[in-house]
């Protein structure tokens, strides 16, 4: 895999990669929805549009299936991998 740290990916491509959602589409129709938070630099903002980059060091806030998720982006990723390789694009954030 090649190392992409530094590089940014659209929201809804990442999330998708992360495994979160099953289809690209269903996380661009999430992130339509304004339900993510992204922390970067400190800075916190809602993420609107799918076209949103997420790079290395974000820090996601959301809401899925009744649960309250906050992770931290390490990589983009370079494909939708399998769930072992996901899990290596984010780590947990403890609130």
Do not use: Q
């Not at 269903?26 to 400190?42: H, M, N, P, Q, Y």
């Amino acid at each position: 895999m090649t190392d992409t740290h530094g590089e940014a990916v659209r929201a809804d491509v990442w999330l998708w990669r992360a495994r979160f959602f099953k289809t690209r589409s269903l996380a661009a129709k999430f992130v339509d929805e304004g339900r993510i938070r992204l922390t970067r630099s400190g800075a916190e903002s809602r993420i609107d549009k799918p076209s949103r980059t997420v790079k290395p060091g974000d820090v996601l806030l959301f809401g899925l299936a009744g649960r309250l998720i906050a992770v931290r982006v390490l990589d983009c990723g370079e494909r939708r991998g399998p769930a072992t390789e996901a899990r290596g694009l984010y780590e947990a954030v403890e609130g």
